[in-house]
């Protein structure tokens, strides 16, 4: 469970350094290297982080830190040095997997900590869901630094399929976005619909599953890209991670909700005094299950006070 900060641009290292850190029992926590000094800075302060993976060009670029700091490219002699063989490092399933930073919109950003068997939980659902193969091509499209990356990696990796990095510039929402979803044959993608919504209609025959999230989608933009494919809208807050529940949409379909809840997931709306409210009473939506991050990292009011008891079932939360 130590802390391991990855600052990375996005590339195949940025995805090797991530599997090293889990393999190792470490959690892994993602740094956006176009953040801005200050919020970098917390993350590296709030985090503790003792290990800092990144790549020698961005090393002038990172504030103060007391974190051993190891560079991808120029330490890379070295780290050939060792042995391959996987690591029985002795992970149980409630072992950190990593710490994402929220957007801090309510205030300093908070760090959301996970462990393992959420994302083992999250992996097995989605890829049922959205019936990822061996054969599949999943794009990933998120910042490293959202958690909409951990689904679209594991996604992938737990089912044998392909995963496509791309560049920031191939993932420019528009033509650009269009190009690479046709170049490397992508049947998976998640996106927020405002990026779906700019993106060309052209026929992409081998995209056969658009996951949306994020944000509201239309129902007219999910009815036009739900024709002859499978088309998800996909809910869940970093604090389940990712995502706690998922539905498809068809072009006839007359509403758009966020659907049901995933695998060993529950879903609840709560009045003020934590009882079901009748249908069509508004309501908390209170979410449960195997999904719960460990809480709020060094915050134990803010984890106690957001993360309560489930009362409906025993000592459970």
């Known amino acids: 469970e130590v802390m391991v900060g990855i600052c990375v641009e996005r590339s195949i290292e940025m995805v090797v350094g991530l599997l090293g850190i889990l393999k190792v029992g470490g959690a892994y926590v993602p740094l956006d290297p176009n953040y801005p000094q200050e919020r970098l800075s917390y ?27 190891v560079c991808l ?3 890379w002699s070295v780290i050939e040095q060792y042995s391959q063989d996987n690591l029985d490092a002795g992970v149980n399933y ?12 309510t205030g300093k950003p908070k760090g959301v900590a ?12 989605q890829t049922n869901i959205f019936d990822v193969t061996a054969t599949s091509n999943v794009l990933q499209f998120a910042s490293f630094s959202f958690d909409a990356s951990v689904s679209e990696i594991f996604m992938a990796f737990t089912r044998g399929a392909t995963l496509i990095l791309g560049t920031p510039s191939q993932l420019m929402p528009g033509d650009d976005l269009k190009q690479i979803l046709h170049d490397y044959a992508i049947t998976h993608v998640t996106l927020p619909p405002s990026a779906l919504t700019v993106l060309p209609t052209e ?9 949306v999230a994020g944000e509201a989608c239309p129902l007219e933009l999910a009815s036009k890209w739900s024709v002859g494919r499978r088309f998800f809208n996909a809910y869940g ?3 389940s991670t990712v995502c706690a529940t998922a539905t498809q949409i068809n072009p006839s379909s007359e509403k758009i909700t966020i659907g049901r809840p995933i695998a060993n997931t529950q ?9 079901p409210v009748p ?15 460990r809480g709020y990292l060094n915050r134990p009011e803010l984890t106690s006070e957001k993360f309560i008891q489930n009362p409906f079932e025993k000592s459970k939360s």
């Open 73 to 75: 490219d120029s330490d």
């Open 279 to 293: 249908v069509g009473v508004a309501g908390e939506l209170y979410i449960g299950g195997d999904g719960l991050a």
């Open 94 to 105: 409630d072992d950190l997997a990593y710490v994402i930073y929220t957007s801090g919109s």
């Open 43 to 69: 993350m590296l302060s709030d985090s503790g982080v003792r290990v800092l993976v990144t790549q020698s060009e961005l090393v002038e670029s990172l504030p103060e830190h007391n974190a051993r700091m």
């Open 114 to 125: 996970i462990e393992h068997h959420s994302v083992c939980n999250l992996a097995q659902a």
């Open 267 to 275: 879903i609840y709306i709560l009045d003020s005094h934590l009882q």
């Open 237 to 239: 807050p970093t604090e």
């Open 203 to 211: 026929e992409l025959p081998q995209l056969t599953n658009i996951i």
